[in-house]
């Protein structure tokens, strides 16, 4: 296949550049019913200013609307998620504490999502979602939640967005985190991805590389590879090197997963040396829950590792920008699920691992400047698998016929102002159930009680309207009933 996409005119053809507006003062959530909370940071002229040197927010964000007409080569896709990053930690979201001048930058010159959604509640099952674009109930692997057990992950003969889209002429590579199963069966290599740095499991100390069995875990390939340094700087000068040369491939579009684990636990922020320390002699001790650090961490701490995370890709897109690649480069930002114990999710309730609001809503950011004017807000509901087929259609791949996609391409909403019909985002954990169908929320938690929330309104989920909504609450759990049929059972406890 050309790497020019039919489907996505020349650049020449291209009306001029929109100016990238100045940081808004951001409508939290765009919801009924709740307040505005203002964006407590700014950025300076260049990716690496100081938030000190940042303009004061404006009141600029406006209602997203395509620029039908616009023409570009198939873009290069910077797919970076972050770890554990709950709903208002960014400061563009709504965080009073914690500034995130550089993703608040990407915000504004793309679009910023109110109701983006993970895949799921935990890391591995998003992380299923995003690959195969499918929900993770329909493979074995994606029925842990999440993956601990080596004999199991993402089955190899699987297609996945890095597959299809190298078979479509694109040049494929994976940093970081994996956690969709470990070798000798399971790796990015056999997956689809190029290359691959980074570690296969859910967690691992920042320092010592030591995951939760006590096993090293950074690798090049299927290789060991040693370096002790803190393991967010070494995954953000692997992207900014991978940036750089990519730049220098003679226009062969590329896709790169770029997937942090920061802000996940243990609680290290960098240069913690004496807490990585009490961490590594735990876990050499032999107490597997001392990654959890159920005894550690502070808000100042969650915060350090926040804003960490937040230079780290500034000065990924500060490279992709001299790169001379900005423009044809589609930056996607999210979460793999909400937040956890220090994390800040008002207004919504519940986190990690459960199906509220609070575990599944994340903050969603999409910057394309070829295509997308910067300063804009979405309302619509969207979620993991929705981005697998976007990226799918607008890189000129076709989804395999026989893996069927559960998401629903984005690309004509962004890209020529078509509506978003109706749909249900579905999601499925052991012991919880949701659908969401409009403004609409069926959910069922641990307890057994369907409720029925109208989250557009009540994103807090506290006005449980199953007694007034009977028909409508009827409805909702027969789809997603019929939906749960098709996915494979939960293997017994």
């Not at 005119?9 to 919801?31: I, K, V």
């Not at 007409?69 to 709950?86: A, K, M, Q, T």
């Not at 491939?249 to 913690?272: F, K, M, Q, V």
Request: hydrophobic share 35%; proline share 7%.
């Amino acid at each position: 296949m050309s790497s020019v996409d039919p489907a996505l005119p020349s650049p020449a053809d291209r009306s001029p550049d929109h100016p990238a507006p100045g940081l808004s003062r951001r409508t939290f959530g765009g919801l009924a019913g709740v307040g505005a909370a203002a964006a407590a940071g700014g950025l300076g002229a260049l990716a690496g200013a100081p938030a000190a040197a940042a303009a004061p927010p404006r009141n600029d964000e406006r209602p997203f609307r395509a620029a039908p007409g616009r023409r570009s080569r198939r873009p290069n896709v910077l797919f970076i998620l972050g770890d554990d990053l709950g709903w208002a930690d960014l400061s563009c979201y709504g965080a009073a504490g914690i500034r995130t001048p550089h993703l608040d930058r990407l915000a504004r010159q793309g679009v910023r999502f109110t109701q983006g959604y993970a895949g799921s509640a935990t890391c591995s099952p998003t992380r299923f979602s995003l690959y195969t674009g499918r929900y993770p109930g329909r493979t074995k692997g994606g029925l842990a939640e999440p993956i601990a057990d080596r004999g199991v992950g993402l089955d190899p003969g699987h297609p996945t967005l890095a597959s299809l889209l190298r078979d479509a002429g694109y040049a494929t590579a994976l940093i970081g985190k994996w956690h969709c199963g470990y070798l000798p069966d399971y790796s990015p290599t056999r997956s689809g991805w190029d290359t691959f740095f980074g570690n296969f499991g859910g967690a691992l100390e920042y320092y010592s590389k030591l995951g939760l069995a006590g096993e090293y875990d950074l690798y090049e390939g299927d290789a060991t590879y040693r370096d002790l340094r803190y393991y967010t700087r070494i995954l953000t000068e692997r992207a900014v090197d991978h940036v750089t040369t990519a730049g220098r491939g003679g226009g062969r579009p590329w896709l790169l997963n770029l997937n942090y684990t920061t802000p996940h636990w243990p609680w290290i922020a960098e240069g913690d040396t004496e807490g990585s320390a009490e961490i590594v002699r735990r876990i050499r001790a032999g107490d597997r829950k001392a990654l959890f650090h159920e005894d550690g961490g502070s808000l100042a701490t969650y915060r350090a590792m926040v804003e960490d995370l937040d230079r780290s890709i500034g000065q990924v897109l500060a490279a992709l920008r001299r790169s001379g690649q900005e423009e044809d480069t589609l930056v996607f930002f999210a979460s793999d699920n909400g937040g956890e114990r220090w994390s800040y999710n008002w207004p919504l309730s519940g986190e990690k691992a459960s199906l509220q609001e609070g575990g599944i809503r994340v903050p969603t950011l999409v910057r394309w400047p070829a295509r997308i004017d910067g300063g804009q807000v979405s309302h619509e509901p969207v979620f993991t698998p929705d981005w697998t087929a976007t990226l799918l259609e607008l890189g000129g791949a076709r989804p395999d016929r026989a893996h069927p996609l559960d998401g629903t391409s984005l690309a004509g909403y962004l890209l020529r102002g078509e509506r978003l019909a109706e749909r249900d985002l579905f999601w499925r954990v052991r012991g919880e159930r949701a659908l969401r169908r409009g403004d609409w929320k069926y959910y069922r938690g641990k307890g057994g009680r369907d409720q029925l929330f109208h989250v557009a309104a009540d994103p807090r989920e506290q006005a449980d309207r199953a007694g007034h909504e009977r028909e409508l609450l009827a409805r909702l759990r027969a789809s997603w009933e019929a939906v749960d049929r098709t996915l494979l059972p939960y293997p017994p406890q």
